[in-house]
């Protein structure tokens, strides 16, 4: 088993930033790769950045590349989302989640290719 608790959410003016973290425990993620999804009320759960074991391939949805960005310390369990230029579109509960597969250098991209997913934290951008 492993337990995701997602940190480093709040509220944020437009334009502004915050980093996301997402410490893993129970056991080491660091041969899975790792996602960010986001989620907003009557809304799937949408993809938004992943990041592979190694760290050496990374993606990002179209909506927020070039504007987030995804990493991870593989000695601390924890993968990171640093969120920049953030708009009020971006305003949702963002979630992290553990791939299924082990150590592919393979972006996955769906839901269905994850498991163990935290909490979430609430992200409001204000306009």
């Known amino acids: 088993q492993v337990q995701l608790v997602e940190s480093g959410g709040g509220l944020v003016q437009a334009g502004g930033s915050l980093r996301l973290s997402c410490v893993a425990s129970?056991?080491?993620?660091?041969?899975?790769?790792m996602g960010w999804f986001r989620q907003t009320p009557g809304k799937e759960r949408e993809f938004v950045s992943a990041?592979?074991?190694?760290?050496?391939?990374?993606h990002d949805a179209d909506s927020v590349k070039g504007r987030f960005a995804i990493s991870r310390d593989n000695a601390k369990n924890t993968v990171y989302l640093q969120m920049n230029s953030l708009k009020p579109e971006d305003t949702a509960v963002y979630y992290c989640?553990?791939?299924?597969?082990?150590?592919?250098?393979?972006?996955?991209?769906?839901?269905?290719?994850?498991?163990?997913w935290g909490q979430g934290t609430q992200v409001t951008v204000s306009s």
């Open positions: 990041i592979t074991w190694s760290g050496s391939n990374t």
């Open positions: 129970g056991r080491t993620i660091s041969n899975y790769g």
């Open positions: 989640a553990k791939q299924k597969v082990f150590r592919t250098e393979t972006i996955q991209t769906l839901r269905y290719q994850y498991e163990y």
